[in-house]
């Protein structure tokens, strides 16, 4: 029986990642260490998969935790995520995310998991106006930015090579499973189109930061994957024991004007909304060549385009929104 620990796996990915490696095995042991303060999906989860353990509790003391525990694979999801905190608090995306690696990092070498995934993010190539490439430059623009790319060295300097290391570097991560109750219950929602959608819902104002940005609207360009298209990249990887650094994006740019465009197709409303000034630490543009998942993983972002992610995030939101 595989044995997996998963930190950061009460969170919004943590939680649909969780529910894909049950349905495709549910003999899968999966135990969650997580500190519950940005997004809970304890109830939802364990309601669903009741064998599975959650421990409360901070990353950087996992040694402390489980000090006579060995996991098979080790899933590290669990960071402060938030761009525009990170520069007003930076020492908190310094201090926690990075000691929270190296612990993590440390635990490996002593407990020698047959694999370890490491959830990195676009934001360590900062603002470039080209497609990237993993061997692009690494310019973050945040301290997030910089907490991530000095992660994924200390997981490449300290891991054995008898452990499997994969890296992904997240493309804004959206969509739901509108079967599953879990999802994106944020105690402070920061992601783009949960707020659209919640706005245009209810008529309230939205504002889009920046309009004059050297992109084909004036309004910052990204890409968005699918969750579920993130949680089956892991499975790929897991199944056949993959290492290497991998982009999971779509090579699909596409602004925020143009989101906020297609959620009013989709709700059959119009918004209201205003441009305010930049934010500090917005990047300009951010998409991304998949090609290296394609070929090392045969990954593909199939569910990830606009109007299937607003779709199941809609129906997820309609049901399960407002169920905290």
């Given amino acids: 029986m595989c044995n997996i620990l998963i930190t950061g796996g009460a969170g919004y990915i943590g939680s649909i990642l969780i529910y894909k490696l049950k349905i495709n095995d549910a003999k899968i042991k999966i135990t969650i260490l997580d500190n519950l303060q940005n997004c809970d999906n304890t109830k939802h989860?364990?309601?669903?998969?009741?064998d599975i353990c959650v421990k409360k509790g901070e990353i950087e003391d996992i040694n402390i935790i489980f000090p006579d525990v060995a996991f098979d694979i080790i899933i590290h999801l669990g960071a402060n995520a938030y761009v525009g905190e990170s520069i007003n608090k930076p020492y908190k995306y310094f201090g926690q995310n990075v000691n929270a690696t190296y612990e993590v990092a440390k635990y490996a070498q002593k407990t020698k998991p047959k694999h370890l995934l490491?959830?990195?993010?676009?934001?360590?190539?900062?603002?470039?106006?080209?497609?990237?490439?993993?061997?692009?430059?690494?310019i973050p623009d945040s301290p997030y930015g910089y907490s991530k790319i000095f992660s994924e060295n200390i997981l490449t300097d300290a891991i054995s090579k008898d452990t499997c290391l994969t890296i992904f570097r997240f493309f804004n991560v959206a969509g739901a499973i509108p079967e599953f109750s879990?999802?994106?219950?944020?105690?402070?929602?920061?992601?783009?189109?949960?707020?659209?959608?919640?706005?245009?819902?209810?008529?309230?104002p939205i504002s889009i930061f920046g309009s004059d940005y050297n992109t084909k609207d004036g309004t910052c360009v990204r890409e968005y994957v699918h969750v579920v298209d993130i949680a089956e990249a892991h499975i790929l990887a897991i199944n056949n024991e993959v290492?290497?650094?991998f982009n999971l994006g779509t090579s699909n740019p596409i602004s925020n004007l143009q989101v906020l465009q297609e959620v009013q197709k989709y709700l059959q409303k119009p918004a209201k909304f205003q441009f305010m000034d930049r934010r500090v630490g917005d990047a300009e543009n951010l998409y991304s060549s998949y090609a290296q998942a394609r070929l090392m993983l045969g990954w593909e972002p199939v569910n990830s385009n606009m109007q299937n992610i607003i779709k199941t995030y809609v129906s997820w939101f309609k049901r399960f929104g407002e169920a905290k």
């Fill in 45 to 50: 989860i364990t309601s669903k998969f009741p």
């Fill in 118 to 138: 490491f959830s990195s993010t676009c934001a360590v190539y900062g603002s470039q106006n080209v497609e990237l490439t993993e061997t692009s430059r690494i």
């Fill in 182 to 204: 879990g999802g994106e219950h944020h105690t402070v929602e920061t992601h783009l189109i949960p707020i659209l959608v919640n706005k245009v819902i209810n008529n309230e």
């Fill in 243 to 245: 290492s290497g650094t």
